[in-house]
């Protein structure tokens, strides 16, 4: 069987014979269906995908009622997803027995036509319908660091957001609605801002504009201002050339001479070793080295 979406949309973009289908897990009904909706083609005794998206071709194989939604409903938005999902995440109702349809992963929750938009002929639960369930589905640091990028890129209201989960009246949800904040500027700040949270450390100034002798010298991700202290998060495709290497030399530089402590974290720092990141960060601020929990911070 064909296991992930991209191996799906691989082999049926090659001529294939029904009974070869039938063996790779492709239903019948499923075939008709990208047929009828003129999907998948016939070239003599074979069949072939046409074009088209592979989320388009998994919510019409899967058939009915069907939608996008989850991590990949955010991705088709163009959210910043932190781990992206190998299989197409697709909602049906709850009571239904969808057809299944390899490289998809077919999630039963209350589905309404009314929670549905077409986004470039693709069925996808709306945007804030998508928020919530990844509010509610998915942990609480990748939940929050996604909706943070929503946010930001005005594909929800912020407003509108933190209202519907402080109705739904669920601890993790109004947590959530705290946290939520556009102005982190990338989805790995947004995972750094929830590690000092969770370890309970002092609040630090977003975006912060340093200017020293009254010029501008940079504009900080992370800054404690009482300590001096700022944070960047390294994101491998703003340092990958030569030019931005020296820039960021000279940038920081200009920092510490005007008197900030610089700390610098990758985004593997930030997944692989956050209980590090913290103690580094409690030791700049001057703070008492205490063990946290990890597993509360992992996404």
């Known amino acids: 069987m064909v296991g992930s979406l991209t191996g799906v949309y691989e082999e049926l973009r090659r001529p294939f014979t029904v009974s070869w289908a039938r063996e790779a897990g492709f239903g019948a009904k499923s075939l008709m269906r990208l047929q009828r909706g003129g999907l998948m083609v016939s070239t003599g005794r074979r069949l072939m995908l046409g074009p088209g998206?592979?989320?388009?071709?998994a919510t019409m194989a899967i058939g009915g009622l069907a939608a996008v939604g989850w991590r990949s409903a955010a991705l088709w938005f163009g959210w910043p997803v932190l781990v992206p999902p190998t299989e197409v995440e697709v909602v049906v109702p709850r009571r239904r027995s969808p057809t299944p349809w390899p490289g998809a992963r077919i999630i039963r929750q209350t589905l309404h036509a009314n929670d549905v938009v077409r986004v470039r002929g693709v069925a996808i639960t709306r945007p804030l319908r998508t928020a919530l369930d990844l509010a509610f589905h998915l942990p609480l640091v990748e939940a929050v660091a996604v909706l943070d990028g929503a946010t930001r890129m005005g594909g929800?209201?912020?407003?509108?957001?933190?209202?519907?989960?402080?109705?739904?009246?669920r601890p993790k949800a109004q947590q959530i609605a705290g946290l939520v904040d556009p102005a982190r500027g990338s989805v790995y700040e947004s995972v750094f801002f929830l590690l000092v949270a969770l370890a309970g450390l002092p609040t630090p100034v977003c975006q912060h504009e340093v200017r020293h002798n009254g010029s501008f010298v940079a504009r900080a991700?992370?800054?404690?201002?009482?300590?001096?202290?700022?944070?960047?998060?390294d994101g491998f495709a703003h340092h990958s050339d030569r030019a931005a290497?020296?820039?960021?030399?000279r940038r920081q530089n200009a920092l510490v001479n005007a008197g900030w402590r610089v700390l610098r974290f990758t985004p593997a720092d930030l997944i692989e070793r956050?209980?590090?990141?913290?103690?580094?960060?409690?030791?700049?601020?001057?703070?008492?080295?205490?063990?946290?929990?990890?597993?509360?911070?992992?996404?």
Do not use: C, Q, Y
Request: charged share 25%; net charge positive.
């Open 274 to 299: 956050p209980d590090a990141v913290v103690r580094e960060v409690r030791a700049a601020l001057g703070l008492h080295l205490t063990k946290i929990n990890a597993a509360m911070i992992m996404v």
């Open 53 to 57: 998206a592979a989320e388009l071709v």
């Open 221 to 233: 991700d992370f800054a404690w201002l009482h300590r001096r202290v700022i944070v960047e998060i």
């Open 156 to 169: 929800v209201s912020l407003a509108a957001l933190r209202r519907e989960l402080l109705r739904a009246e």
């Open 245 to 249: 290497f020296h820039a960021d030399r």
